[in-house]
């Protein structure tokens, strides 16, 4: 017969996953430096954290990120970009120490600059 454990005192090991992001509803317009807001399911290590933005040709670029105002909320300063197509590489550490690695693509241009996951 089998001994049936209770599962409620197993640790729970959460990993860092972007459950909302501002690009949709705030889409990044052309020529203008923009804030990105990626919401996390759980608390993020901002200082153990990164994200690259990656452009053209796979060129990333090292972006800038702050602790927002809400726990896992993480804030993106993106450059001036030109139209074209884009994705956010974050690597991101959950206040538990697990590593998540995740991209968001999204689109710069005229009238269709939306986030796509």
């Known amino acids: 017969m089998g001994l049936l454990l209770p599962v409620a005192w197993l640790p729970a090991h959460a990993h860092a996953v972007i459950t909302e992001d501002s690009l949709a509803r705030e889409p990044v317009h052309p020529d203008k430096p923009t804030q990105v807001r990626l919401q996390f399911n759980t608390g993020v290590e901002i200082k153990l954290s990164r994200v690259s933005l ?63 996951k």
């Open 54 to 116: 990656v452009s053209k040709g796979d060129v990333e670029q090292a972006v800038v990120i702050k602790a927002g105002a809400r726990p896992g909320q993480v804030l993106v300063s993106l450059p001036a970009l030109v139209e074209g197509d884009y994705a956010l590489r974050c690597q991101v550490f959950a206040a538990d120490g697990h590593l998540t690695q995740e991209i968001r693509r999204f689109r710069v241009g005229t009238g269709t600059a939306t986030g796509v």
